[in-house]
Nanobody, 121 residues
Framework: QVQLVESGGGLVQAGGSLRLSCAAS????????MGWYRHTPEKQREWVAD???????NYADSVKGRFTISRDNAKNTVYLQMGSLKPEDTAVYYC???????????????WGQGTQVTVSS
């Protein structure tokens, strides 16, 4: 089994910063792409950013220039540094990792439990 545990959410004022972390553990042979999504009642699930194993990154237009995704492969951890936060960034943030649990198995997506980020105006 594979577990993803997020941390770092909270309440912050508009213009502030937060750093989210997501650590993967369990029966991990290798991890390919890792990413962040967010969920709101209005937009449902929205892709935020992802990072490949060789650290190539992609960002949604809504966060480009404000958020930075990074990863530590030795720790099986992905981070999301969020800056210049806006009230519309308020959401539950989820991490996702494409994990292979053994060399003959295909990669499979695993999700964290989510962490709430609230940005006050």
């Amino acid at each position: 089994q594979v577990q993803l545990v997020e941390s770092g959410g909270g309440l912050v004022q508009a213009g502030g910063s937060l750093r989210l972390s997501c650590a993967a553990s369990g029966s991990i042979y290798s991890i390919n792409d890792m990413g962040w999504y967010r969920h709101t009642p209005e937009k449902q699930r929205e892709w935020v950013a992802d990072i490949s194993n060789d650290r190539s990154t992609n960002y949604a237009d809504s966060v480009k220039g404000r958020f930075t995704i990074s990863r530590d492969n030795a720790k099986n951890t992905v981070y999301l540094q969020m800056g210049s936060l806006k009230p519309e960034d308020t959401a539950v943030y989820y991490c996702k990792a494409d994990v292979r649990t053994d060399y003959w198995r295909p990669f499979r997506g695993y999700w964290g439990q989510g962490t709430q980020v609230t940005v006050s105006s």
